[in-house]
């Protein structure tokens, strides 16, 4: 029985030696060290990963382009020209002739249906203009309207009516704008299109028409999509840069957004998992107050990461990226909280939406690891001796 014994401490041991000697492929962690973390730009598995060990300088650097997207800077400003007119729309013609009337009268226009005043003013009946962009006007025959302004389309008339009428005098009015609108759309109260207007539609006029956002100020996103380009801003920041309530266009399409933007969250934290954030924003500092900080148990402060994938443009890089996904870079930036500098640096580096952080453990964590299993196998053995039944 005792040899028996002896053979399972040399076995239990061995194990034990084994542990300590390889450590760190045993010992269970939250993630990847420090170390691999590190060196993860020269892994061959991992090429194209840019590290960057983040100073004041960077921070500040990415804060500035952060701020600096602009409705105002993205999209240029539309000229304000007259309403041009376009299948669709709705127009209704009114013609005065000039005493004596000589078409307009009363016995030229009896069965005809139009309405006339009996003094040779006549009120066509509203018409859509079709698909061949023309309308129809008694006396003058198709007009072709499509493109054209108001004030086009009435000198057009009056060209087809002299020689018939006496002096005639037309005026084109825009019943129904239903080719040059802005659509709204997404948490408004009332999903719609604006027709735009001869002074223009601005952001957020065409916003309160649609009966403003349904959701909370600071929780809500703008976007704007127009000729193929998209750009979302916060609402709240919209409404705190007048500069940026931009003029609309025709066929723009605004979407208001409840998204909560969100970062994750993992390893040597006080809390794992993923954490919404104001869609205006918060910094390195305050995304870490919300997850309860480092563990002071297990956190190596010097082993802060943060991943993105950021546009190859966003930094001076050493050298040039080579691997790109989906055009952009992937990134890892750095933070030494055993530095005081690095504290002013988190409280100015901006989170943005999908962000990673990623805190790693301690190396003296590792080794507190080992002696807690080292420990689990000895002390069977102190207790079995302290019995008698190992010598």
């Avoid at 669709?88 to 009337?101: C, S």
């Avoid at 009946?125 to 007009?143: D, H, L, M, R, Y």
């Avoid at 990673?356 to 689990?376: F, H, R």
Wanted: net charge neutral; hydrophobic share 40%.
């Amino acid at each position: 029985m005792l040899p028996m014994i002896r053979q399972i401490g040399f076995a239990l041991a061995a194990s034990t030696l084994a542990i300590l000697s390889g450590c760190a492929h045993f010992v269970p962690s939250a993630g990847p060290r420090t170390a691999s973390v590190v060196d993860a730009p020269q892994a061959a598995s991992l090429h194209g990963i840019e590290l960057v060990d983040v100073n004041y300088g960077i921070a500040t650097a990415l804060k500035k382009q952060s701020e600096g997207r602009r409705f105002s800077s993205f999209f240029s400003q539309p000229r304000l020209t007259d309403y041009h007119v376009g299948p669709g729309d709705v127009l209704q013609v009114f013609i005065w002739e000039a005493p004596p009337a000589m078409l307009f009268t009363p016995q030229a226009l009896s069965g005809s249906g139009l309405s006339s005043s009996g003094t040779g003013t006549v009120t066509l009946p509203e018409q859509i203009v079709g698909n061949s962009g023309t309308v129809v006007v008694p006396f003058a025959g198709k007009i072709g309207v499509d493109g054209k302004t108001l004030s086009e389309i009435e000198a057009d008339i009056t060209n087809r009516l002299r020689g018939k009428a006496n002096h005639p005098q037309v005026i084109v009015r825009l019943v129904r704008n239903n080719t040059q609108n802005v659509t709204i759309v997404g948490n408004v109260q009332h999903s719609m299109e604006v027709p735009m207007t001869p002074g223009g539609v601005k952001l957020l006029r065409a916003i309160a028409l649609a009966g403003g956002v349904t959701k909370p100020v600071e929780k809500s996103t703008i976007q704007i999509s127009r000729d193929g380009r998209t750009m979302t801003l916060p609402l709240e920041a919209i409404l705190r840069n007048p500069q940026d309530n931009i003029a609309l266009q025709s066929g723009d399409v605004v979407t208001a957004l409840y998204q909560p933007l969100s970062f994750t969250a993992l390893g040597a934290i006080g809390r794992n998992g993923e954490v919404d954030f104001e869609a205006n924003g918060i910094n390195l500092a305050q995304a870490l107050a919300r997850i309860g900080g480092l563990d002071d148990n297990r956190s190596n402060p010097a082993g802060v990461f943060l991943f993105r994938m950021v546009p190859p443009d966003a930094l001076p890089w050493p050298q040039k990226p080579t691997t790109l996904i989906d055009g952009k870079v992937p990134t890892i930036f750095q933070f030494n909280l055993r530095d005081p500098a690095t504290f002013f640096v988190a409280q100015t580096f901006p989170v943005e939406n999908k962000d990673l952080i990623y805190v790693s453990d301690a190396p003296a964590t590792d080794l507190q690891k080992v002696l807690n299993v080292v420990g689990s196998i000895v002390y069977p053995f102190q207790t079995l001796q302290s019995f008698g039944v190992i010598r």
